[in-house]
């Protein structure tokens, strides 16, 4: 059984790119979130897809947005990046949405800006 | 605001010892509290997930505790070895919104 695979694994990128970064969840999850983690620092939430539609947001502009494909993997898009951007991009997935559910990883897409 | 605050950010030990890793939190409405470990690079991997009824929860050499009534869980490593050379992560989930909230980790390293 398959955990939750991301691709790339590394992505440079110049400022004013535009970057999408994949995402396939477990067998058998239906949900999908995004976290961004800068280096030495926590992981901040970005979103959550689940049914295709953007469930939850965190604090993070509209440059970032995202999709979930009718077979559960998602995508997150990155426009106009620039340098705070470089972080390690971390795929969850879960069945279901609720808060309680278990949260499985990625690996993870380390992306440089420069 | 939901926080999450792990303590010492830090932390160096030598083989074989045992140490312990502070989380307090303030995230409300309380659905659980969760470890994970995530090696350099890599995606965070689960350690414990605890819920307001438990106080104490093992994984191997790994110990969760949580008291819900002062908002504060630890995680003790017992014999620690240098595979365990790794960052922790206290997260907390809240019912109201399906967010987890991240702490900043505490970062390990064991030295032989």
């Known amino acids: 059984d398959a955990g939750v695979t991301q691709s790339p694994t590394h992505l440079i990128k110049t400022r004013g790119q535009q970057v999408t970064l994949r995402c396939s969840p477990k067998s058998g999850h239906d949900t999908v979130s995004w976290y961004q983690q800068a280096l030495g620092q926590g992981p901040q939430f970005i979103f959550q897809y689940y049914e295709e539609e953007e469930r939850q947001r965190g604090n993070f502009p509209d440059r970032f947005s995202g999709h979930q494909f009718p077979n559960y993997s998602s995508e997150l898009n990155v426009n106009a990046l620039l340098l705070g951007d470089s972080a390690l991009y971390l795929c969850a997935s879960s069945s279901g949405t609720g808060g309680f559910r278990e949260q499985y990883f990625g690996p993870g897409t380390r992306l440089t800006v420069t | 605001k939901n926080q999450v605050e792990q303590s010492p950010q830090s932390l160096i030990i030598l083989e074989g010892k045992n140490c312990t890793l502070q989380?307090?939190?303030?995230?409300?409405?309380?659905?659980?509290l969760r470890w994970y470990k995530q090696d350099t690079g890599r995606g965070p991997v689960s350690l414990t997930i605890m819920t307001f009824s438990e106080n104490t929860k093992s994984n191997g050499r790994y110990t969760a505790t949580l008291d819900a009534d002062t908002k504060q869980s630890s995680l003790h490593i017992t014999a620690s070895q240098l595979s365990d050379s790794a960052s922790y992560i206290c997260v907390v989930s809240s019912y109201a919104g399906n967010m987890l909230t991240f702490g900043g980790g505490t970062r390990l390293m064991v030295k032989p």
């Open positions: 989380c307090n939190y303030t995230v409300s409405p309380f659905s659980n």
